[in-house]
């Protein structure tokens, strides 16, 4: 059995470790390569059982191409860059890991909430051009009297708010999938519900056809003036030009984006030249202990289905009727 691992940019050395060594276990060989498009995955894993993949996109076309294609493992939580309806049809078990970094993506959003309700950027600014104290023009209130609406309410979502909590906050959450939420100091809301009522609003939800600009001019006007969102979801789910302009126009108070459409961002993006917002580039999912705990999982699923064997966290289940599995 031979597993292309398609992007290894992504890879440290720790984590291609776990991958050799695992498969090498199991009698499989895994080849790292610096591919970028779909046509370079086409051209070079023909004889592959296997791919893995961060970043580049696995279309139907991908799938038709590869004829000896048994598995397809998607390194991260999202797998909307894989065609899953193709390879559904053509009985491929796709894998995520969808309980790598739940803790981490958490931390991330409530730091970027922190620095944005704190004006760290602004004030850290101010310290480097010989500012003392507050000054004027910035206003920071008392976090525990704040209240944070999460859209989504998955691992993350649920990380964040216990979080929050800690902080003595009240949490809203939008989940159209959820009908009630037994924890203290959390309500369930309607969307319009949290956008109006939440000093901080955080996105979690998947990239699907009905979270695509699920925020966007009309959802951000309904906000507080001094409010501010993170999103360390998909990018596409904040429509960026209503953003931008929201922003701009002083509608709502800041901006913390780990993901934007059309990433990475050129240099010259208006992203960067926006005031009150602050870009981290998708990095909320990354810690060392985040990273071996995805690759570990992730290939030994991989063993599994190349073994013939049924795993967990496969996305297309329906699969399973195509093949008597172990």
């Known amino acids: ?6 992007d290894q940019q992504w890879l440290g050395e720790e984590t291609k470790k776990i991958q050799q060594e695992t498969f090498h276990a199991a009698g499989m060989e895994v080849v790292f390569h610096d591919w970028e498009t779909e046509e370079e995955i086409i051209n070079g894993a023909k004889d592959g059982d296997a791919i893995m ?3 580049v996109p696995v279309s139907g076309k991908v ?4 004829p000896n294609l048994k598995f397809i493992g998607r390194c991260g939580i999202g797998y909307d860059s894989v065609d899953l309806k193709a390879a559904t049809e053509k009985g491929i078990p796709v894998c995520n890991v969808p309980d790598y970094c739940a803790y981490e993506v958490a931390s991330h959003s409530f730091a970027l909430m922190m ?3 704190r004006h760290l950027i602004p004030f850290m600014n101010r310290a480097k051009a010989g500012g003392y104290g507050q000054g004027t023009g910035y206003v920071c ?4 009297r704040q209240k944070l609406g999460l859209l989504g309410f998955g691992r993350i979502a649920r990380e964040l708010g216990k979080m929050a909590k800690g902080m003595g906050m009240e949490v809203l959450v939008y989940d159209p999938f959820i009908t009630e939420v037994n924890q203290e100091n959390v309500r369930l809301c309607s969307l319009e519900e949290v956008l ?5 609003v955080s996105v979690h939800t998947p990239l699907t056809d009905s979270t695509r600009h699920m925020i966007g001019e009309k959802q951000l006007s309904m906000m507080k003036k001094d409010a501010v969102i993170i999103n360390t979801s998909r990018g596409p789910v904040i429509d960026t030009k209503a953003l931008l302009s929201a922003l701009d126009k002083g509608e709502i108070g800041g901006a913390g984006l780990d993901v934007c459409e059309g990433e990475p961002l050129p240099a010259d993006s208006q992203v960067f030249r926006t005031k009150n917002i602050i870009v981290t580039p998708h990095v909320a999912m990354y810690s060392e202990e985040a990273m071996a705990d995805l690759h570990r999982k992730l290939t030994k699923q991989a063993v599994d289905v190349l073994s013939g064997k049924w795993t967990e966290n496969i996305v ?3 699969v399973k009727e195509k093949k008597n599995w172990k």
Request: hydrophobic share 55%; charged share 30%; no cysteine.
């Open 1 to 6: 059995m031979k597993i292309h691992f398609v």
């Open 63 to 66: 799938i038709e191409a590869l």
């Open 115 to 117: 620095a944005l309700k």
């Open 53 to 55: 993949v961060v970043a």
């Open 316 to 318: 297309n289940p329906e």
């Open 196 to 200: 109006r009522e939440a000093d901080i």
């Open 141 to 144: 209130r008392r976090l525990s």
